[in-house]
């Protein structure tokens, strides 16, 4: 950031960092065996719409690299908008590190590409106990944070969220800044 960025008030977007994703296979023993949850098969990745001037480039570009993400990790890989207007690829494999190595694949590909300003979270669901239980990696904070919803309407159960980031917190990145935990409500996963 330069002075004239400080003088009125812009900020360069913080550059995403996919790395830290693999720390979720590491944190899958804890996950199964001792909170009794596992993968639910679906991950997705949330991101900024882009611009009319790089939608064009992109579009071409997303839908060759979710056809080499599919056909490399044997995953089902698909595209929606959610209802807030972002953009999510969502990825669908009964296994959970595949779901990792895509959801890296792909967001080393949009890094790479010259995207990585518009990635925001990716999103793993997990299940086993009464409520589907989230992971979100902030691409941007390079950390995870649980989420729980109870399914009514923008509730989440703050406890259970606080439970896991005790448990986890030793095997996983996760955000410390309890304010930074933004829930995605109306994902696609």
Not at 28 to 56: D, H, M, N, Q, Y
Not at 123 to 141: A, D, H, T
């Amino acid at each position: 950031m330069g002075l004239r960025d400080l003088l009125f008030g812009r900020s360069r977007l913080k550059e995403a960092s996919p790395e830290q994703l693999f720390a979720l296979s590491t944190a899958r023993v804890t996950l199964e065996s001792e909170l009794g949850l596992r993968s639910a098969g679906k991950a997705g990745i949330c991101f900024k719409p882009l611009s009319a001037g790089e939608f064009a480039r992109a579009e071409s570009e997303l839908a060759e690299l979710l056809a080499v993400a599919a056909r490399d990790s044997g995953s089902r890989v698909s595209q929606s908008t959610d209802e807030h207007g972002f953009k999510w690829i969502v990825i669908e494999d009964p296994e959970l590190e595949d779901l990792i190595g895509t959801v890296h694949l792909i967001g080393s590909d949009l890094v790479a590409r010259g995207f990585g300003a518009q990635l925001l979270a990716a999103l793993f669901r997990f299940e086993g106990g009464k409520l589907p239980v989230y992971w979100i990696y902030g691409y941007k904070r390079a950390a995870f944070w649980p989420f729980v919803p109870t399914g009514k309407g923008q509730e989440r159960d703050n406890a259970e969220e606080l439970k896991l980031k005790a448990e986890l917190e030793g095997e996983l990145p996760v955000e410390q800044d309890l304010t930074r935990w933004l829930g995605l409500f109306g994902s696609p996963v």
